[in-house]
């Protein structure tokens, strides 16, 4: 059974840092393409950023670009999102998502697995 775990939210000052972090069991986590999305309540769960298998091409929401980082390593099985700068508009529960397609995706329902999410808030 695919199951990726989230960890790393918390509550933190508006311009402070976090790292997520994501371990994912049940695959081979050097073949699937990896994504971080948040959601607000009463909004629908948007993308954050999108890596390939191989960890050498990203995709970020413009939002977020030059404040997160999406990385990953593969010997690990777990996925990374470095949030910096943050801001009480990125708050919100960060999930990560798997997808088998290695291809860097940006769409929800390209991603079959999820987790069950890690809350992130930022005070102002």
Do not use: H
């Not at 790393?8 to 997520?20: D, E, F, N, Y």
């Not at 508009?89 to 397609?101: F, L, R």
Request: hydrophobic content about 30%; aromatic content about 10%; overall charge neutral.
């Amino acid at each position: 059974q695919v199951q990726p775990k989230e960890s790393g939210g918390g509550l933190v000052q508006a311009g402070g840092s976090l790292r997520l972090s994501c371990v994912a069991s049940g695959l081979t986590f050097r073949l699937y393409a990896m994504g971080w999305f948040r959601q607000v309540p009463g909004k629908d769960r948007e993308i954050v950023a999108a890596i390939n298998w191989r960890g050498d091409n990203t995709e970020y929401e413009d939002s977020v670009k030059g404040r997160f980082t999406i990385s990953r390593d593969n010997a690990k099985n777990t996925l990374y999102l470095q949030i910096d700068g943050l801001k009480p508009e990125d708050t919100a529960v960060y999930y990560c998502a798997a997808s088998p397609e290695g291809g860097t995706r940006i769409r929800a329902a390209e991603y079959p697995y999820w987790g069950q999410g890690t809350q992130v808030t930022v005070s102002s």
